[in-house]
């Protein structure tokens, strides 16, 4: 597991019986964590102090509970800076979990030794475009919806990145890949966080059981001829990260060589010490 285990202004201070006691800077969120299926004693001051809850309701959905809460904040990681704000469908904005791979991707573009350009899909608020931006690579963005893109550019600017080389982009994933090849652009790193359903800006069908094996070998043809790196993320349920290494070796590892390294992300719990499962990722790389 990698454990993203380095943020100050993010904390999960417990979690029980389907729901995570998380700090997000100086407010606290209860927020329900299908993984979280123990159920574990609370201490009830402690889960007592939230300002905001999100509560499942029985017909589907849920909404927000909010004591006292703003309408957006920020929060913090090392050299980066974003915006949060309580979403529909329990989302803040950020998964934390993924400051692992953002670490990672960091590292290897610091340490190549030469310009990389990073292509980043179905890429949301733009933590790996600021991650990847900071470390001094040039980065396409490219995500469906336009609100997104646009809270990832405001996030960029509160980062002091606004200066970077960021291409932002709203299109189909897919469509813009395809484009992509036929234009001849190529790039070093492929990042992608594919959504297990979702609908591109014209109704495109995403289902990942049935697209994701497609796609990413569309997204061979997307890579230099000496590539860096490429992380593929899920958290479709049920999909195991041998699934993805797999997926992985067969199409990058078979082509350039290399490797696939595949696990969990995990955040630590501070109540209990134990770390929290937050999805599959493989990590493929041509060092051995």
């Not at 953002?102 to 899909?121: F, H, Q, T």
């Not at 001094?136 to 336009?146: F, I, N, P």
Request: proline letters at 5%; a positive charge; aromatic letters at 12%.
């Amino acid at each position: 597991m990698w454990i993203a285990d380095e943020w100050k202004d993010y904390e999960v201070l417990d979690c029980s019986d389907g729901e995570k006691l998380e700090r997000w800077g100086k407010y606290v969120l209860v927020r329900p964590d299908p993984q979280v299926i123990w159920n574990t004693p609370r201490d009830s001051e402690l889960w007592k102090r939230y300002d905001a809850r999100y509560a499942r309701s029985s017909t589907g959905g849920g909404a927000w509970n909010t004591k006292k809460l703003p309408d957006k904040w920020k929060i913090q990681y090392k050299e980066l800076t974003f915006q949060v704000k309580p979403m529909n469908f329990k989302h803040t904005g950020i998964f934390p979990e993924q400051a692992a791979n953002w670490d990672w991707a960091m590292e290897k573009i610091r340490s190549a030794g030469r310009p990389v350009s990073v292509l980043n899909l179905f890429a949301y608020t733009g933590g790996a475009t600021l991650a990847c931006a900071a470390a001094g690579a040039s980065v396409c963005h490219v995500d469906a919806a336009r609100g997104m893109v646009s809270w990832a550019r405001e996030n960029a600017q509160v980062s002091g990145l606004s200066d970077r080389p960021i291409r932002w982009i709203v299109d189909d994933c897919a469509k813009f890949v395809e484009r992509e090849i036929k234009r001849g652009r190529r790039y070093d790193a492929i990042i992608m966080d594919p959504p297990s359903y979702g609908r591109g800006p014209s109704g495109e069908v995403w289902k990942l059981e049935k697209n994701l094996y497609d796609f990413v070998r569309l997204c061979t043809g997307a890579l230099s001829e000496d590539p860096l790196f490429v992380i593929i993320n899920s958290y479709t349920t049920g999909l195991a990260p041998s699934v993805v290494g797999y997926l992985s070796d067969s199409l990058f590892s078979k082509k350039y060589g290399g490797h696939t390294d595949c696990g969990e992300l995990g955040l630590p719990v501070t109540k209990t010490g134990l770390c929290l499962p937050c999805g599959a990722t493989g990590r493929w790389t041509r060092e051995e």
